[in-house]
């Protein structure tokens, strides 16, 4: 796992921080957001390249044709030329133009599409399967054995319901809420194992660039980095229809420090340790003689304790 110092710092420092923070998505509501990723930064600039470029294109398209309406109008005494049929030059240059507009276009698009497809060199799978309607994410690689379902909070899933008399307003991250959310390193590159048990979902994090269908019978692949210093929480939700509640399966991502995240995993192997402790072994009963020798010595070291 790659710990940087950035990363590092931010856990000395931001320790404090981030589990109480609401939402670090960056999105304005107009824009596509700019995200946390290299990935989702690449597709921002690539995105606005493009719009600037249909700007361009707009404002000489339209311009033209506002200035040849309003200077070449009927009432000013404009004449039609009914002798130019065709001219090869002007064919040319509108062919060539747009060919020029494309490829400027269509190269770093084709550049990004392979960087998204790279999965090499990940440091953590994690495999995420969509069911109606919630997502099951089953860790690989250093958080082997981790698994469990991410459904909607309790709180969205009470006033979702008709005539429930909850104000949605009232509850924070209504519908973007979830009771476990996906917990991930930042500075690592995570791999996503994308699946489906019944119909077509998609898994999609805006502020990662990450945006991919969940298919049954099909493994479909996407990663994220996320840059050392935007740890945080992170919402998206599934965007395919996948049924009648598929406004109800958000997907949230919990991105740690490389060390918070060691110990989230510890944590969790711990809890699953436990919850299995007392079905396949009982606690053995304490042996009486053991316990009468013990007080002297149980005394002594809880007054070592004490002091
Ligand atoms: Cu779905």
Redesign the pocket.
């Given at each position: 796992m790659r710990v940087t110092k950035a990363s590092l710092f931010s856990a000395a420092g931001g320790a404090c921080c981030w589990s109480t923070a609401a939402s670090a998505n960056t999105s304005n509501g107009y824009n596509l957001p700019i995200g946390v990723t290299s990935l989702s930064e690449a597709m921002y600039g690539l995105h606005m390249e493009v719009f600037w470029i249909c700007v361009g294109i707009a404002v000489v398209v339209f311009g033209a044709m506002i200035y040849s309406l309003l200077k070449f109008r009927h009432s000013q005494g404009a004449v039609a030329d009914t002798s130019m049929v065709h001219s090869t030059k002007v064919e040319v240059i509108w062919t060539i133009v747009p060919v020029i507009i494309l490829v400027v276009m269509a190269v770093p698009a084709a550049d990004l599409i392979l960087k998204q497809e790279d999965m090499r060199d990940s440091g953590l799978s994690i495999k995420v399967t969509?069911?109606?309607?919630k997502w099951q994410y089953a860790y690989m690689d250093a958080a082997d054995g981790v698994n469990f379902f991410s459904t909607l909070k309790q709180d969205s899933n009470f006033a979702r319901q008709l005539d429930s008399g909850i104000d949605p307003h009232s509850v924070p991250n209504y519908l973007l809420d979830v009771d476990k959310p996906l917990v991930v390193p930042s500075g690592v590159k995570v791999r996503i194992l994308l699946t489906?048990m019944d119909?077509?979902?998609?898994w999609w994090v805006p502020d990662f660039g990450a945006k991919r269908s969940?298919i049954p019978g099909f493994v479909n692949e996407i990663w994220f980095r996320v840059d050392p210093g935007k740890e945080g929480i992170y919402r998206g939700?599934?965007?395919?229809?996948?049924?009648r509640?598929?406004g109800y399966?958000p997907v949230v991502v919990d991105v740690r420090t490389p060390d918070q995240f060691k110990q989230w995993v510890e944590e969790q192997r711990a809890a699953e340790k436990q919850a299995q402790t007392p079905a396949s072994s009982p606690p053995a009963p304490a042996a009486p003689a053991a316990a009468a020798a013990a007080p002297a010595a149980l005394t002594a070291t809880t007054a070592r304790n004490l002091n």
């Open positions: 969509g069911y109606q309607w489906s119909v077509i979902h998609a969940a939700q599934c965007a395919a229809l996948c049924g509640d598929h399966m």
